[in-house]
């Protein structure tokens, strides 16, 4: 298994209910271990490379409404 971390700059995130929103969509994908959102713009989702890329997760944000604005990947072992 080989673990990733994506940090997402998202634009229209406003207010708990978003936050939410983003975590349980994320959750539902394959892979996902864990869906992190601070300072209302940077999602930080840790996931297993083996279950889903970054690009897929950027495509359920966009999916939801949200604008990815950028995305930095960090591949662990």
Do not use: W
């Not at 995130?13 to 994320?26: N, R, T």
């Not at 996902?32 to 359920?60: A, P």
Request: proline share 1%; with cysteine.
């Amino acid at each position: 298994m080989t673990k990733a971390n994506a940090c997402f700059i998202v634009g229209g995130i406003s207010g708990k209910h978003d936050v939410k929103e983003i975590k349980q969509g994320l959750d539902t994908l394959p892979g996902v271990l864990s869906v992190t959102v601070s300072n209302e713009s940077c999602v930080s989702v840790d996931f297993d490379t083996t279950g889903v890329q970054s690009d897929r997760i950027g495509k359920q944000l966009a999916d939801m409404g949200y604008q990815v604005v950028n995305c930095k990947t960090d591949s662990r072992e």
